[in-house]
């Protein structure tokens, strides 16, 4: 599999810009191995590497991108492992925000808390939810395991936030 490996230092301070460089290759995808940053090899990635080479520069710091492979098929899949585990742990957390939402319905199902402003509240963090997955998809180049079950626990969420509106919809027809 061919790679794009990115080395960089930038000056200590100010450390917003550590903090955002780190952001944005977290935001691409990237893993940390072995002190390099590794991504896939796309012309896609390159350009968005080669914008936050010009971020790392202009906050006093240098860069530098290789392409290439890997030599040993043991380090080839220590990175591949790494990809899956930071995916994974992504789509555990989407996994875990989905239960904390079955549970705010249920609360407010129990509190017969029926009103419209839990409806668009509660909407809003489905709407959260969805796009945070669509994120971790566009990184997962790797098909990680728990792919699958963050994708149907979004379903869910959303059956769940459905009946949950023809729930407060009906109580609001008895007024």
């Given at each position: 599999?061919k790679?794009l490996?990115?080395?960089?230092t930038?000056?200590?301070?100010?450390?917003?810009?550590?903090?955002?460089?780190w952001?944005e290759?977290?935001?691409?995808?990237?893993?940390?191995?072995?002190?390099v940053?590794?991504l896939?090899?796309?012309?896609?990635?390159i350009?968005?590497?080669q914008?936050?080479?010009?971020?790392?520069?202009?906050?006093g710091?240098?860069?530098?991108l290789?392409?290439g492979?890997?030599l040993n098929?043991?380090?080839?899949?220590?990175?591949?492992?790494?990809?899956?585990?930071?995916?994974?742990?992504?789509?555990?957390?989407?996994?875990?925000?989905?239960?904390?939402?079955?549970?705010?319905?249920?609360?407010?199902?129990?509190?017969?808390?029926?009103?419209?402003a839990?409806v668009?509240?509660?909407?809003?963090e489905?709407?959260k939810?969805?796009?945070?997955?669509?994120?971790?998809e566009k990184?997962d180049f790797?098909?990680?395991?728990?792919?699958?079950?963050a994708?149907?626990?979004?379903?869910?969420?959303?059956?769940?936030?459905?009946?949950?509106?023809k729930?407060?919809?009906?109580?609001?027809?008895?007024?």
């Amino acid at each position: 599999m061919k790679w794009l490996f990115i080395s960089y230092t930038v000056p200590s301070n100010p450390s917003r810009a550590r903090v955002f460089i780190w952001r944005e290759l977290k935001k691409l995808g990237a893993i940390n191995y072995q002190t390099v940053w590794v991504l896939p090899y796309s012309k896609e990635i390159i350009e968005k590497v080669q914008n936050l080479e010009k971020t790392i520069e202009n906050y006093g710091g240098q860069v530098l991108l290789a392409e290439g492979k890997v030599l040993n098929k043991e380090d080839e899949e220590k990175i591949l492992n790494a990809f899956v585990e930071a995916r994974n742990k992504e789509y555990q957390e989407v996994i875990e925000k989905c239960e904390d939402f079955f549970k705010e319905i249920s609360f407010e199902i129990e509190r017969q808390n029926f009103i419209f402003a839990e409806v668009e509240e509660n909407e809003e963090e489905l709407e959260k939810l969805k796009a945070w997955l669509k994120k971790v998809e566009k990184r997962d180049f790797v098909n990680a395991p728990l792919k699958k079950e963050a994708i149907e626990k979004i379903k869910k969420c959303t059956r769940v936030f459905e009946e949950f509106s023809k729930t407060v919809y009906k109580e609001a027809q008895k007024e």
